[in-house]
């Protein structure tokens, strides 16, 4: 594995993970009634009492 390939794959995996929490951002901010209705669920770390939601769950409550 070359310093280039492995650069290349620490850059991909940053884009996804910028764009995956963009996302989030974006849902999180639109009202609770219409992030019901669209199915993102908002699940907090309870113990952790983290303020950052959790990721995209294939559970839908």
């Given at each position: ?11 991909t995996q940053y884009a996804a993970a910028r764009a995956r ?41």
């Amino acid at each position: 594995m070359s310093v280039l390939s492995s650069i290349g794959r620490i850059a991909t995996q940053y884009a996804a993970a910028r764009a995956r929490h963009r996302s989030e951002r974006i849902l999180l901010s639109l009202p609770a009634e219409l992030r019901k209705d669209i199915g993102f669920p908002e699940l907090f770390d309870a113990q952790n009492n983290s303020r950052r939601a959790t990721t995209f769950s294939a559970k839908v409550i």
